[in-house]
């Protein structure tokens, strides 16, 4: 039997061609798990969010122009001067169906992203607005996060054993005070399992992401997706880890781990394969095309770093 022709590879092209969810399929670029639907509808980031409340190793947040990952924005906005960029990514893309906010730090470790999308939401019904977080405030602040309109929710999840997810994020403040080790990973892991939760009882469409880390949660992608999608996940993005900040001197992931770690989430949720691990203040269909200098009047230029989505 040829690959081409092999069960498994039916079953892919199947589920390739299946929406995943038939109601964001062409309006929300990374809930669209068909290549047409993935092209048809743009996404503008709302670079709104200052501040983390967690350490990740692989993250170096920046105000750049330069650099093309998350954690990168030109400039930071007040919620007001968002809705003028909205303003101005509406008039410059008509296939503009989705505002996010995710970041450049994480959008629940300060009040600046509820209130941009209070205000988009009332201006603006018809968006699609869509968090993304690291998911420590997310059980606190799921019912205002409902309440200002946000429908879908990604929430990074590297790891769900404490003594993996220590080295990812060795340490987090919570509650005014600083945890380490494998009190911060267990803090963290617990909120973000318990938020995915109720997100999901609230009818929230949720997505993982997950950042690919050699030698430290290779192995581990299996029980991630099992223990994500237990909690109410539908989907997962695998994203391969840019080296850079504490983990520079590890190897980016091949193609061969990248390959073996959608699999093995496979088992438990639908893979979203479409990421071009965006800036914080992206603007345009992933891939496909891209307004933010137009946006901003910047002249951007992009480099292929990154370290998480
Ligand atoms: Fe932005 Fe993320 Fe919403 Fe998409 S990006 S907040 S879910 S609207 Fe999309 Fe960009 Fe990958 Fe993120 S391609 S980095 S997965
Ligand atoms: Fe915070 Fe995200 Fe950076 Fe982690 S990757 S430190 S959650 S901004």
Redesign the pocket.
Known sequence: MTEGSSPSSQVLRTQLATPAFPRLEGRH??FSTTAEGHARSA?L?LPVSPGCNIDCSFCKRDFNRRDQR?GVATRLLTPDQAVGIVERALALCPTLS?V???GPGDPLATSHALDTFRIVHDRWPELIL???TNGLMLPQRIDEIAAVGVS?L?VTVNAVDPAIQAQITPKIAWQRQRLDGVAAAERLIENQLNGIARAAALGMTI?I?TVLIPTVNDDHIEEVGAQVAAAGARMI?IIPLIPQHRFADLPAPSLMARYVARADAERHLRV?S?????RAD?CGI?GVNDYTALLYGDDIVAEPTFSH?
């Open positions: 670029p990374c996404r980031h998350p989705v996010g906010i995710a869509c968090l993304s879908t990604t997505k992401n993005n979203f479409h990421c071009q691990r965006c992206a992933p989505g």
